[in-house]
């Protein structure tokens, strides 16, 4: 059976897409991994995902890519039945049954499941809460960045993080990237000279949406649960993907591509482990 350093070691090796665990909680028959019953069922992790879009069915596919002999996804969690079900099949068709559980309320998830860690890509305004009720239920985490869309949730996830010391990992991506692993080393090491200030260019610093027409919401979406703590306005057609040029949601391209480009300024000036002084 892992034991905890094993299983952060193997967080730590991750490449692009990474998680961690504490021990499995129960053993999983092996006819139950669909692997044949070639691993132990007890060194495997068991996770769950909590987001299933674009982003979310992504790094699922890449744990499973990268990791099948390291973990088993046993369940699911998105507002959009649609998304749910297409995550479920990819989960289904890797572990050869039928068994993965799906939920549209991630309260439910997080009360009946009993896994380990869980994958969350989810719009930003719902990170505070759900990031936080993972990590207080001792579940490790893969996330999505930004980490939070206000420095108050930050607070409040990096604070239920630590107290109940769980592995976590916010997906960064660019990190994992030749050219910014090597322009960052470039600069900490002093090789580009004496550095004074950083700019940082964001792409389509400008782009937004307007005020799309009202439309019926989707049956597959569960609207109410998809606004959560946010405003209770009508759908106009947002919820996919265009959710993240309004303030409501997310902070445009601030909290957009600056989590991999300002990250990058960061590491690059020896800044990764403190942080901006003044914010104006």
Known sequence: MLDK???????KQSTAIGTGAIILPQLIPS??????????????????????G????????????????KVQFVAICDV??????????????????????????????????????VSIALPD???????TAAANKKLDVYGEKPLARTIHDGQAIVSAAKSNNIVWQTGSWQRSRENFRRGAELAVNGRVGKITRVEVGLPNGNRGVGTPPIKEVPADLNWEMWLGPALKVPYRGIS?????????????????????????????IGMERSGPIEIA
């Not at 995550?87 to 998830?109: H, L, P, S």
């Not at 305004?125 to 990031?131: K, N, S, T």
């Not at 997310?250 to 591509?257: A, E, I, K, R, V």
């Open 5 to 11: 350093s094993t299983r952060r070691d193997f967080l």
């Open 54 to 69: 674009s982003q979310g069915t992504g790094n699922l596919r890449e744990f499973l890519k990268n990791h099948l002999d």
């Open 125 to 131: 305004h719902w990170h505070g809460l759900i990031y």
């Open 240 to 268: 996919h993907w265009n959710w993240r040029w309004i303030l409501d949601y997310s902070g445009g391209q601030l909290t957009d591509w600056s989590g991999h480009h300002i990250d990058i300024a960061q590491w690059g």
């Open 80 to 117: 959009d039945s649609k998304h749910a079900a297409n995550a479920k099949g990819i989960i289904d068709t890797a572990n050869k049954n039928a068994d993965c559980r799906a939920y549209g309320d991630y309260r439910e998830f997080l009360e009946k499941e009993k896994i380990d860690g």
């Open 31 to 52: 006819t139950a991994l669909g692997m044949g019953g070639k691993v132990a069922p007890s060194d495997r992790i068991v996770m769950g995902c909590i987001g299933t």
